[in-house]
């Protein structure tokens, strides 16, 4: 990269670095550890849609999320969480930046898109599951109308932005990737941010090998 853009693109990472700040300690006001926790993946889907406009090489967009995933670890080593959205003894937080540390420099050079839409399952698709729960339920339950929200989110957003940067006779593939991810964060066995993306991933890469050629 030449010196005007490793500027640019460090400009542009030092801005969504102090934005995702002021949302995790915006997030305190809400006074609910569970919705400030769905906000602050509101903001991190931002960050997440932004990268492959703003970015020409995963280096930054990964060292922003390296550290987060520092940032969230940090309370925890020392003891003190930060208890306006940290749970003792659940490492979902850890787990949401440190798959976005993964995933963003793995897709980048075969297919950053992809990538970007699992990590808006995570981010989005969680935070819309998570806030129909609290209104029906009361708190995280994972309930049948939780899942039905996150199908209703992820489903067109994955049609839609897979569809975009794939061709529209394979956008279908983003929304049985949205199908996926909606399933398995519902299962209680692993973690909802590893298997949320993780899942919806491979399955859009494996379709996408499959299909593709067909077209």
Wanted: hydrophobic share 50%.
């Amino acid at each position: 990269m030449s010196l005007p853009v490793v500027v640019t693109e460090g400009l542009w990472g030092l801005a969504e670095t102090l934005f995702m700040l002021l949302v995790i300690k915006g997030s305190r006001l809400i006074g609910n550890n569970y919705l400030a926790r769905k906000t602050i993946h509101m903001g991190a889907g931002l960050i997440f849609l932004s990268i492959p406009f703003l970015f020409s090489s995963p280096l930054v967009p990964t060292l922003l999320s390296a550290f987060f995933t520092l940032y969230t670890a940090y309370p925890r080593l020392k003891g003190r969480l930060y208890n306006w959205y940290q749970l003792s003894g659940n490492y979902g937080d850890i787990y949401f930046t440190l798959m976005a540390t993964i995933i963003i420099p793995v897709t980048w050079y075969y297919d950053l898109w992809a990538g970007v839409i699992a990590l808006l399952f995570m981010a989005v698709g969680d935070a819309v599951t998570g806030y129909v729960r609290w209104m029906v339920y009361g708190g995280r339950v994972k309930g049948l109308w939780g899942t039905l929200a996150m199908i209703t989110c992820c489903v067109p957003v994955g049609y839609a932005i897979y569809g975009a940067t794939h061709g529209w006779r394979v956008a279908w593939i983003g929304g049985a990737a949205g199908i996926a991810a909606s399933l398995v964060e519902k299962l209680e066995t692993v973690d909802d941010n590893i298997t949320v993306p993780l899942t919806s991933l491979l399955l859009m890469w494996l379709l996408g090998l499959v299909y593709r050629p067909a077209f």
